[in-house]
């Protein structure tokens, strides 16, 4: 699924034909749609179609644009299309969704593109120029304006008797047809892009991690075949990289695992001991818990659970003291 936010200022027929489209099917979706402008037409278009609003003032545009783009990672936007937008877009804004914001122009850019170049005055100047023709872009947006990779472009006859309205009426339909197509061109790019990523990298193994709590200095291409385990199960036949004893644990993926702290073990034990008391089995719940956390790659909750069987022990041992204390000299005297 690619998510698409719409940035529009004024009507947004354009929005309104986008979200229309799209949000029929499952693999792009307009989530979100942002204006400038508080009375924007683009408003109620969206809100008779349930999709979501997001009025952002033209101070933050300007002097906080980073509000936008974490507004845009917190909805998980993937593609930003511009349409009929009146105002600039932050080198910040450009530089968070490089390749991933489209704009809609209505001229065959690079002509008659640029500042003050937008809407009507487009048209105007198009039909006042005398042009036998114009057309519309969409282009990828750059700090530059107007001037991104074009993306998709088509031609409209302009005829003697256009008016900037008229001219206006025969591109807009055009603007219907080829956006849609020109967002979908884009989000294939997108989709191969997300195929060719590299993979994320690996999450440190726990042996790492556990090394890195011990303050040991680890590192898996050197280490030796570690001792067995604690608690792990040798496999029969199987043999380590260097050909010694078999220590693979079963529950471990690798069998690089520094050994646990015998003092956590001797805990456990202890639990054991002392179970006959409520506090002894609490503590034996958290020591059975170290292992199975450790092994989890839950270091911290391993620490955690050897901490509180570590408390709940010494608990044990002072309920059992007390009560030796209590009920020794009524079974001497008895
Ligand atoms: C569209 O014609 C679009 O090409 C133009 O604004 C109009 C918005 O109409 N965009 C620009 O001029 C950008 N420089 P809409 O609000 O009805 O979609």
Redesign the pocket.
């Known amino acids: 699924m690619i998510n698409i936010a719409i940035f ?10 986008i979200a229309r489209i799209f949000n029929e099917g499952s693999r792009l979706k307009v989530a979100l749609v942002v204006t400038n402008r508080r009375k924007a ?2 408003i109620g278009r969206m809100e008779a179609l349930g999709v979501p609003v997001e009025y952002v003032p033209n101070s933050v545009w300007d002097e906080a644009p980073e509000k936008v783009v974490d507004l845009m990672r917190e909805r998980g936007i993937d593609l930003i299309v ?5 105002h600039f877009v932050s080198p910040v804004i450009v530089e968070a969704f490089r390749g991933r914001i489209l ?4 001229s065959l850019l690079p002509a008659y ?1 640029g500042k003050g ?3 009507h005055y ?1 048209h105007e100047a198009v039909v006042a120029a005398g042009e036998k023709e114009s057309g ?1 872009t969409v282009h990828y947006v750059t700090e530059e304006m ?1 001037k991104g990779e074009i993306v998709m472009q088509e031609r409209v006859e302009v005829t003697p008797d256009d008016t900037p309205e008229s001219l ?1 009426a025969k ?2 339909p055009v ?1 219907y047809s080829l956006y849609p197509r020109a967002i979908v061109k884009a989000a294939e790019r997108i989709e191969n892009e997300r195929r060719q990523d590299p993979p994320a990298p690996a999450k440190p193994s726990v042996e790492k991690e556990w090394a890195d709590v011990l303050h040991l200095n680890y590192d898996p291409t050197k280490a030796e075949v570690p001792p067995p385990v604690p608690g792990s199960q040798p496999v029969s036949g199987a043999a380590g990289a260097s050909g010694a004893a078999p220590v693979a644990s079963v529950r471990s993926a690798s069998p690089a695992v520094e050994p646990m702290p015998q003092a956590w073990l001797l805990w456990s034990v202890l639990a054991t001991v002392f179970c006959c008391t409520v506090a002894g089995i609490v503590a034996i719940i958290y020591s059975s818990q170290v292992s199975a956390r450790y092994y989890q790659g839950d270091i911290e909750g391993s620490r955690r659970a050897s901490r509180r069987a570590e408390a709940w022990i010494i608990a044990s041992v002072v309920v059992g003291v007390a009560m030796s204390a209590f009920w020794l000299p009524l079974m001497l005297l008895s």
């Open positions: 529009a200022s004024g009507s947004g027929t354009n929005a309104e034909n037409g683009v511009l349409a009929g937008f009146m704009n809609i122009h209505p593109g170049m937008y809407g487009v519309v107007d206006e591109i807009h603007e």
